[in-house]
């Protein structure tokens, strides 16, 4: 894991950080919590609170499992399964520790950054549900920042694997 301690240990504190504000504001929601939102950022749809922090917290785990799945699961598959430019060089025996490293890596933060996203989002709306705003504060913010960590994401993954080594 040697590299990958960071990034995995920011995955698992983003995680920690999501969980614990479901729990913590669980009780605090009203029982009909706002749960929807119309593209204005206004409410506009109700569910149980229990459903949604429910929703909510399935939706943490399946993001930092199918991150965590994505950034170990490639050292344990064969070469043909895995899809990347030029890999008979990036997956050579020589390099196929250090790549397989840094796809970890990237997922890893990728996942951490996901999660961030899930959070801000959802403590927008529990602003709204708390009475504290009546919109999403700024969700073209939240996703146009996760926008560009998603192109720059790209861009890494690009110029690092696809031109020809």
């Given at each position: 894991?040697?590299?990958?301690?960071?990034?995995?240990?920011v995955?698992?504190?983003?995680?920690?950080?999501?969980?614990?504000?479901?729990?913590?504001?669980?009780?605090?929601?009203?029982?009909?919590?706002?749960?929807?939102?119309?593209?204005?950022?206004?409410?506009?749809?109700?569910?149980?609170?229990?459903?949604?922090?429910?929703?909510?917290?399935?939706?943490?785990?399946?993001?930092?499992?199918?991150?965590?799945?994505?950034?170990?699961?490639?050292?344990?598959?064969?070469?043909?399964?895995?899809?990347?430019?030029?890999?008979?060089?990036?997956?050579?025996?020589?390099?196929?520790?250090?790549?397989?490293?840094?796809?970890?890596?990237?997922?890893?933060?990728?996942?951490?950054?996901?999660?961030?996203?899930?959070?801000?989002?959802f403590?927008?709306?529990?602003?709204?549900?708390?009475?504290?705003?009546?919109?999403?504060?700024h969700?073209?913010?939240?996703?146009?920042?996760?926008?560009?960590?998603?192109?720059?994401?790209?861009?890494?993954?690009?110029?690092?694997?696809?031109?020809?080594?």
């Amino acid at each position: 894991m040697g590299r990958n301690k960071l990034p995995f240990a920011v995955l698992l504190a983003a995680l920690a950080l999501c969980l614990g504000q479901a729990a913590f504001y669980f009780r605090r929601l009203p029982y009909l919590a706002v749960s929807h939102f119309n593209a204005q950022g206004l409410p506009n749809g109700y569910m149980d609170r229990g459903f949604l922090v429910g929703l909510y917290v399935a939706a943490e785990l399946l993001v930092a499992g199918a991150f965590l799945l994505g950034a170990f699961l490639p050292s344990r598959l064969p070469d043909r399964w895995v899809n990347l430019p030029h890999k008979e060089h990036w997956l050579a025996p020589e390099r196929r520790g250090e790549t397989l490293d840094w796809f970890a890596r990237s997922f890893l933060w990728f996942g951490a950054a996901t999660l961030m996203l899930l959070f801000d989002v959802f403590g927008q709306m529990l602003s709204v549900n708390l009475g504290a705003a009546s919109e999403l504060s700024h969700p073209e913010a939240s996703v146009g920042a996760y926008f560009a960590f998603s192109a720059l994401w790209t861009a890494a993954l690009w110029r690092r694997f696809g031109a020809r080594p």
